[in-house]
């Protein structure tokens, strides 16, 4: 969000983010956090190009469209923007995927049920694969369920991590796939951005 509380037809009013008033922008950046490209959100009847993809998975390829095909480019996103037909779309461009994905967004999946994974204890997990389009679904347990959709990394190779025991009242080691430290390790990078832009702001007149 970009701060402004002036008169304007793009200005949105967001109520969970710290600055509620301004201008809504999507942006995509490298892992180093510099932004790559953005555009700026005109609400749900702008000019934008809709499809079937929905709102995230439109902007997902739109800024997107200037990457080479077939260079090994890998997009991380949250469940806002995370879909099968997404993960299938960006494939057929020659770009791979992994992110959080909402469970509603996985119908027809069969991934185990939350109940089932809690009674498995922390560490649980469960995939499925689709063949035709290569892309796998994974279900995690840590203290609740994570669902996770890629094009490129499964569960394999899974390692342990370290949690915090309630009933033991220690750290503990528990199995991790390799989807979640994948995705760990290089989400957050327009957070990232946004720290960057706060500590070497420029006024707006």
């Avoid at 929905?54 to 200037?66: E, F, L, P, Q, R």
């Amino acid at each position: 969000m970009v701060a402004f509380k002036g008169r304007s037809g793009l200005k949105q009013y967001i109520r969970s983010k710290p600055k509620r008033w301004g201008f809504k922008l999507w942006a995509r950046t490298g892992s180093s956090g510099i932004l790559q490209d953005f555009d700026v959100y005109q609400g749900s009847k702008g000019p934008q190009k809709k499809t079937d993809l929905g709102v995230g998975g439109d902007v997902v390829m739109a800024m997107t469209s200037n990457l080479e095909s077939g260079k090994n480019f890998k997009i991380f996103a949250d469940n806002l923007f995370s879909s099968l037909k997404l993960v299938k779309a960006l494939r057929e461009r020659g770009l791979l995927y992994v992110g959080t994905v909402r469970e509603n967004r996985l119908k027809g999946c069969g991934l185990k049920a939350e109940k089932v994974m809690k009674k498995e204890g922390r560490g649980a997990m469960n995939s499925k694969f689709d063949i035709a389009s290569n892309v796998v679904a994974v279900r995690w347990f840590d203290n609740k369920k994570v669902d996770m959709i890629s094009s490129f990394i499964g569960v394999e190779p899974v390692n342990d991590v370290k949690r915090y025991d309630k009933k033991a009242q220690k750290k503990i080691d528990i199995l991790c796939p390799a989807i979640i430290q994948e995705y760990n390790q290089h989400m957050g990078c327009v957070d990232l951005l946004d720290c960057l832009v706060s500590l070497y702001k420029f006024p707006l007149n």
